[in-house]
């Protein structure tokens, strides 16, 4: 059996010119061919070049695509070898040994995820038709929505309106929770409707590509866990999301009186008011570091294809949306209405969007080391979903229109290809196996209440001498 180094496979990630390999329980597969006749589309491509992408495959699938992915795989995609041992993609996916080099649907040993996806899947099914139920709600409103943010985008940019301002900050908004879901394959069960409506992150300035990468690669696969999830580390050096950022109390003891060191000390001892105040620049924040990471083919810990298409496709929307927001009303009414006009939908729109994303995972009962360090490579993927991640108004659907489907974030990093508008309905299932196999199922009653316990724990985090240099060697011996 031929065994193919980590490193092959980093340099086959579907930049230009370059194949695609995919890591599935520990087997290595090129699937640049497949790519084409994938029923997903192109989102397949992101998968390429990581270390195991198990964690999407079983994710992204229902049972029954588990068998016709796997045709498609057997069919056009190339079986190349075993990723050499070096490499520890554990998280207990079970590795099909027989000669065929078939995908297992193994799971670890307590089976949560294998018995809890055959129960929503034969739920869903049997009443609502399958994962992508309600799809025409999803469409109608992305369409609805698009339509508003030319008719405030005119308003705002040639008319002169501080009203279209602000309505054009929710509608922004709405469309970040909209282009969440199309980038996720769960808008609709038509790849052409998942990325149209996924392309909503460009109109609004930012980029799909790059943040497709921050978000599905680097969280989702490894929420809360530091160096790998990029959201732990969005306000380091100058803040601490995360317990095993270093604590500069600690770190600089002989150095105490320099003054960055001091500035940042008091920049974390005030981080939970300073941030949700620093949350205006996020839509700003967005719209630069895009090209930061294109051009680095880099985006914090995660490696991006390069693919000079897109580079190319990216900058031109940024100018488009920068001739529309920026040099247009300049030219029409000046300097001061430009400006204005610029914040006020900007930070209305991080607001809203940013309020809604941050309540899920920074919370203190969500952190990774703080379940055990030593066993976290064993965590199957799916248990440390149910672990780091926490819900509010679980079953509401007035929350989950207005979170954009955020408030059953347990469901939606379960099943993120699935229909917003059915994890309410499915929020009991999930809540009953978690139970069952003795796991956390963290619900807020409100978002008032998730709200209050982030704010709370970034006050301790940013006080708090957390022992952060024992977490990290102990990560450090398990690593090794």
């Given at each position: 059996m031929a065994y193919i180094s980590l490193k092959q496979v980093e340099e086959h990630n579907g930049s230009d010119k370059k194949s695609s390999w995919i890591v599935l329980y520990g087997h290595v597969y090129d699937i640049t061919p497949l790519i084409r006749f994938h029923p997903g589309g192109y989102i397949i491509q992101y998968?390429?070049?990581?270390?195991?992408?198990?964690?999407?495959?079983?994710?992204?699938?229902?049972?029954d695509s588990v068998k016709k992915c796997q045709a498609l795989l057997m069919k056009h995609g190339k079986y190349l070898g075993k990723l050499s041992s070096e490499v520890d993609t554990k998280r207990n996916n079970t590795i099909d040994s027989d000669d065929n080099y078939y995908i297992d649907s193994g799971l670890d040993s307590s089976n949560f995820f294998c018995i809890l996806r055959n129960r929503v899947d034969t739920y869903v099914k049997k009443n609502y038709g399958g994962r992508h139920a309600f799809q025409l709600i999803n469409q109608i409103e992305a369409i609805l929505t698009l339509t508003a943010y030319c008719i405030a985008t005119y308003y705002k940019s040639f008319k002169c309106s501080y009203i279209a301002a602000i309505c054009l900050g929710v509608i922004m908004a709405r469309m970040g929770f909209l282009m969440h879901s199309g980038n996720h394959c769960s808008i609709s069960s038509n790849l052409y409707w998942n990325r149209f409506v996924g392309l909503f992150m460009d109109i609004i300035g930012s980029s799909h590509y790059t943040w497709t990468y921050e978000h599905q690669i680097a969280h989702h696969m490894t929420p809360n866990e530091y160096h790998k999830d990029n959201d732990c580390e969005i306000g380091e050096p100058l803040f601490r999301f995360h317990p095993l950022i270093s604590n500069i109390e600690q770190t600089n003891t002989n150095n105490i009186k320099e003054k960055s060191s001091q500035f940042r000390i008091f920049l974390r001892r005030y981080q939970h008011i300073l941030v949700p105040i620093l949350m205006s620049i996020g839509f700003f924040k967005w719209t630069i570091n895009d090209i930061?990471?294109?051009?680095?083919?880099?985006?914090?810990?995660?490696?991006?294809?390069?693919?000079?298409?897109?580079?190319?496709?990216?900058?031109?929307?940024?100018?488009?949306?920068?001739?529309?927001?920026?040099?247009?009303?300049?030219?029409?009414?000046?300097?001061?209405?430009?400006?204005?006009?610029?914040?006020?939908?900007?930070?209305?729109?991080?607001?809203?969007?940013?309020?809604?994303?941050?309540?899920?995972?920074?919370?203190?009962?969500?952190?990774?080391?703080?379940?055990?360090?030593?066993?976290?490579?064993?965590?199957?993927?799916?248990?440390?979903?149910?672990?780091?991640?926490?819900?509010?108004?679980?079953?509401?659907?007035?929350?989950?229109f207005i979170s954009g489907g955020l408030n059953h974030q347990i469901e939606h990093h379960l099943f993120p290809s699935m229909n917003i508008y059915l994890y309410p309905k499915i929020a009991h299932i999930v809540q009953e196996e978690c139970s069952k196999f003795g796991l956390p199922y963290h619900n807020y009653t409100s978002f008032t209440t998730a709200w209050i316990d982030m704010f709370y724990y970034l006050k301790k985090l940013g006080n708090l001498n957390i022992n952060s240099d024992y977490l990290q060697l102990k990560l450090q011996n398990k690593q090794d």
């Open positions: 998968a390429a070049g990581l270390a195991d992408a198990t964690c999407l495959f079983e994710s992204y699938h229902g049972m930061e990471f294109l051009f680095k083919s880099k985006g914090g810990n995660v490696r991006l294809a390069t693919k000079t298409v897109l580079i190319t496709l990216t900058l031109m929307s940024k100018v488009f949306w920068l001739i529309l927001h920026i040099i247009v009303p300049y030219m029409y009414f000046g300097g001061i209405y430009t400006l204005v006009s610029l914040i006020i939908f900007m930070v209305i729109g991080a607001h809203y969007l940013e309020h809604v994303f941050i309540v899920n995972h920074i919370q203190e009962k969500l952190q990774v080391p703080m379940i055990n360090v030593d066993n976290q490579s064993s965590l199957h993927w799916a248990t440390q979903q149910v672990y780091t991640t926490a819900n509010w108004s679980s079953g509401s659907y007035f929350a989950t």
